[in-house]
């Protein structure tokens, strides 16, 4: 600790337990003024998000650490969840004094609190953490045969050829409708299930598999109907029984927020039979949407009109997702779904989200329930709301944008206190059980792909150019160097590590829908494949590496490391992102060491180990 902080909520004698607090546990404080500043008393002061209630605890004097008062405390913990808010306050006794907060001292002005997440403590599945999740495109991934779309809902067409590259102009009236496949089949994945267990895959997580007008399938046309270019119900049961047989399990793309407009509930375009909320006011589904009047006029996802907004508080739509005997979340877990991903989790109201977990745990005991947060998901605000999503009673873990931004910026450039200072946020604010089922991610369906970005100078400016976008031989070879750092960094920090589908094969691509082309089957770069099945065996081997702590060992300039501990099993990583040579003595008080990832021996001296890092190079050391 540096003046002038005097307390620091991440150090343990400021603070036990680190982090999270479970729901009435025992918290102590300490902190220390300047002894200069003649403080005699000070007070917690603390604010209770939820319940709006704020409070001050006296702390108590308790000697000196060197030649500083120390006051301490122990605060019990709400009973409920809740997000607490505090900062300290010193004062003389004539009554002078200021407050300390994260800035230091100050006087006047809004203090800037620290951050005491409440949590009721609550488990994940066991499956979900022991390897590594495999993020799937659908319709991009593997077809068997070229499919005919006629009678389909949408205008849809099929590329014959697997290996052209998206569509991306506009049509005729200025609109990119995503109506192209390539016709990618539940089937071509349960073909190359052998593939992915030989990856170390134990999670698929596809992205939307329902009826759909569009290729991303994120404009659902009716919930209770597997996409027929993807195949049928039959074809869903039998990939999941076949996952499983392969110790993997099958996370759905529950997008409950809004639907297409072509689609059996809303039914703009009469494709469907029945009547929709946009032909008559007597549909079964117009209390789904909210019009401003009916028909025109109606509330959209982000005014998009394709994607009509559902009101989650109408009770039909609730028990037709959630609550009924045979809703949308129960029949597809019973089909052999392992859990749900829910997209746009913020546009989700607390209640619906609780809901959903409870629906999910109650049709299978070790069902799992993910959230797509982009940020801090402990403290998000969404339509003027703080959000619960990981106190207890909703979401399991949520998707970690904040460890890809974290680690992109660090990669690219940035200095390893920055991803090291990002990522212990996010430590100490997410309980544990969170922390460690947080879905971490080097890219995804909407991000470019992570070997571009880490390979090329900058993105190019227009849709043209990135269309035609395609990394140097440098720029390549680059992305790959800090590419293996980065996986390195995914399969060894706490949380499940998530491969978008040909990321491992080396693809490249600017965002959507550069980065949603065909994975190239018999042409992947099998160096990059290889790699990313090492990680992946690793990960299912060691505990270290599935549910070991975390240690900063080192973070300074272009040079990271931190242990996994667990069960006297030690597993350390070590990257050099710079493109200079460095060198690094870490405490070793064993005998032997390993890099898992070459087999390279190394000799301890005296209980050190001597280090001398190449640039771009990363070892995992045991």
Same mark, same amino acid.
């Given at each position: 600790?540096?003046?002038?902080?005097?307390?620091?909520?991440?150090?343990? *004698?400021?603070?036990?337990?680190?982090?999270?607090?479970?729901?009435?546990?025992?918290?102590?404080?300490?902190?220390? &003024?300047?002894?200069?500043?003649?403080?005699?008393?000070?007070?917690?002061?603390?604010?209770?998000?939820?319940?709006?209630?704020?409070?001050?605890?006296?702390?108590?004097?308790?000697?000196?650490?060197?030649?500083?008062?120390?006051?301490?405390?122990?605060?019990?913990?709400?009973?409920?969840?809740?997000?607490?808010?505090?900062?300290?306050?010193?004062?003389?006794?004539?009554?002078?004094?200021?407050?300390?907060?994260?800035? #230091?001292?100050?006087?006047?002005?809004?203090?800037?609190?620290? !951050?005491?997440?409440?949590?009721?403590?609550?488990?994940?599945?066991?499956? =979900?953490?022991?390897?590594?999740? =495999? !993020?799937?495109?659908?319709?991009?991934?593997?077809?068997?045969?070229?499919?005919?779309?006629?009678?389909?809902?949408?205008?849809?067409?099929?590329?014959?050829?697997?290996?052209?590259?998206?569509?991306?102009?506009?049509?005729?009236?200025?609109?990119?409708?995503? +109506?192209?496949?390539?016709?990618?089949?539940?089937?071509?994945?349960?073909?190359?299930?052998?593939? $992915?267990?030989?990856?170390?895959?134990?999670?698929?997580?596809?992205?939307? /598999?329902?009826?759909?007008?569009?290729?991303? @399938?994120?404009?659902?046309?009716?919930?209770?109907?597997?996409?027929?270019?993807?195949?049928?119900?039959?074809?869903?049961?039998? *990939?999941?029984?076949?996952?499983?047989?392969?110790? /993997?399990?099958? /996370?759905?793309?529950?997008?409950?927020?809004?639907?297409?407009? !072509?689609?059996?509930?809303?039914?703009?375009?009469?494709?469907?039979?029945? $009547?929709?909320?946009?032909?008559?006011?007597?549909?079964?589904?117009?209390?789904?949407?909210?019009?401003?009047?009916?028909?025109?006029?109606?509330? %959209?996802?982000?005014?998009? @009109?394709?994607? &009509?907004?559902?009101?989650?508080?109408?009770?039909?739509?609730?028990?037709?997702?959630?609550?009924?005997?045979?809703?949308?979340?129960? +029949?597809?877990?019973?089909?052999?779904?392992?859990?749900?991903?829910?997209?746009?989790?913020?546009?989700?109201?607390?209640?619906?989200?609780?809901? %959903?977990?409870?629906?999910?745990?109650?049709?299978?005991?070790?069902?799992?329930?993910?959230?797509?947060?982009?940020?801090?998901?402990?403290?998000?605000? %969404?339509?003027?709301?703080?959000?619960?999503?990981? *106190?207890?009673?909703?979401?399991?873990?949520?998707?970690?944008?904040?460890?890809?931004?974290?680690?992109?910026? =660090?990669?690219?450039?940035?200095?390893?206190?920055?991803? @090291?200072?990002?990522?212990?946020?996010?430590?100490?604010?997410?309980?544990?059980?969170?922390? =460690?089922?947080?879905?971490?991610? $080097? #890219?995804?369906?909407?991000?470019?792909? /992570?070997?571009?970005? $880490?390979?090329?100078?900058?993105?190019?400016?227009s849709k043209e150019e990135r269309a035609n976008f395609r990394l140097s031989p440098d720029q390549r070879q680059r992305g790959v160097d800090l590419l293996r750092l980065a996986a390195l960094a995914l399969f060894s920090f706490p949380g499940v590590p998530t491969v978008f589908y040909g990321d491992e094969a080396g693809m490249e691509g600017w965002e959507d829908p550069f980065n949603r082309g065909t994975y190239p089957w018999g042409q992947e770069d099998t160096a990059i494949r290889d790699y990313f099945a090492l990680l992946g065996g690793l990960r299912k081997q060691r505990a270290s590496l599935r549910q070991g702590g975390?240690?900063?060992?080192?973070?300074?300039? +272009?040079?990271? %490391?931190?242990?996994?501990?667990?069960?006297?099993?030690?597993?350390?990583?070590?990257?050099?992102?710079?493109?200079?040579?460095?060198?690094?003595? *870490?405490?070793?008080?064993?005998?032997?060491?390993?890099?898992?990832?070459?087999?390279?021996?190394?000799?301890?001296?005296?209980?050190?180990?001597?280090?001398?890092?190449? &640039?771009?190079?990363?070892?995992?050391?045991?």
């Open positions: 600790m540096s003046e002038p902080f005097v307390f620091d909520p991440r150090c343990d *004698l400021c603070k036990t337990p680190f982090g999270a607090a479970v729901c009435g546990q025992e918290v102590t404080f300490t902190c220390r &003024p300047l002894t200069s500043e003649g403080f005699t008393h000070c007070a917690l002061v603390l604010h209770r998000e939820f319940s709006g209630q704020s409070q001050e605890v006296e702390l108590s004097p308790a000697g000196f650490w060197g030649d500083r008062m120390c006051f301490t405390t122990v605060f019990q913990a709400p009973e409920e969840p809740e997000l607490i808010w505090y900062h300290f306050r010193f004062w003389r006794d004539d009554g002078s004094g200021c407050d300390l907060d994260k800035t #230091g001292y100050r006087s006047d002005g809004q203090p800037l609190s620290w !951050q005491l997440t409440v949590y009721r403590r609550s488990h994940t599945p066991d499956w =979900y953490g022991g390897g590594m999740v =495999y !993020q799937i495109f659908p319709d991009r991934f593997r077809r068997l045969s070229v499919p005919d779309p006629a009678g389909l809902v949408g205008n849809r067409w099929v590329h014959q050829n697997w290996e052209d590259a998206p569509t991306w102009r506009p049509d005729p009236d200025g609109e990119v409708r995503n +109506r192209d496949f390539f016709g990618g089949s539940l089937a071509g994945i349960t073909e190359k299930l052998d593939e $992915l267990a030989a990856l170390g895959v134990t999670a698929l997580y596809m992205c939307p /598999i329902f009826e759909s007008a569009s290729n991303h @399938r994120y404009n659902t046309a009716d919930y209770t109907k597997i996409d027929p270019l993807l195949g049928n119900e039959e074809d869903f049961k039998t *990939l999941c029984a076949k996952a499983k047989e392969r110790g /993997i399990r099958v /996370i759905l793309d529950g997008v409950f927020n809004h639907t297409g407009s !072509q689609s059996i509930y809303f039914n703009a375009d009469g494709f469907y039979p029945s $009547l929709g909320a946009a032909q008559s006011q007597d549909s079964p589904y117009s209390d789904w949407f909210s019009f401003h009047p009916w028909p025109d006029d109606y509330d %959209a996802w982000w005014g998009i @009109r394709t994607l &009509p907004a559902v009101r989650e508080d109408a009770a039909s739509y609730v028990d037709y997702i959630i609550d009924g005997e045979d809703s949308i979340i129960r +029949r597809w877990l019973r089909s052999g779904a392992s859990g749900w991903r829910l997209d746009v989790a913020d546009e989700l109201p607390d209640w619906f989200i609780e809901k %959903a977990r409870k629906a999910v745990e109650e049709t299978k005991e070790d069902g799992l329930l993910i959230g797509e947060v982009w940020e801090d998901a402990s403290n998000k605000i %969404a339509y003027s709301q703080r959000r619960k999503y990981l *106190l207890g009673s909703e979401l399991h873990g949520v998707m970690n944008y904040p460890f890809r931004t974290a680690l992109l910026t =660090y990669l690219k450039g940035g200095n390893a206190e920055g991803f @090291r200072d990002s990522m212990e946020t996010i430590r100490e604010n997410y309980p544990p059980e969170a922390f =460690y089922a947080n879905m971490n991610f $080097l #890219g995804t369906h909407d991000t470019a792909r /992570i070997l571009t970005v $880490l390979g090329a100078d900058y993105p190019p400016e975390l240690r900063w060992l080192c973070a300074e300039g +272009r040079l990271a %490391a931190f242990a996994r501990e667990s069960a006297g099993e030690r597993s350390v990583a070590v990257l050099n992102a710079g493109d200079e040579p460095r060198t690094l003595t *870490l405490d070793w008080p064993w005998e032997n060491c390993t890099d898992l990832l070459s087999g390279r021996n190394f000799a301890p001296v005296d209980g050190e180990l001597h280090l001398a890092l190449s &640039p771009y190079e990363g070892l995992l050391l045991g």
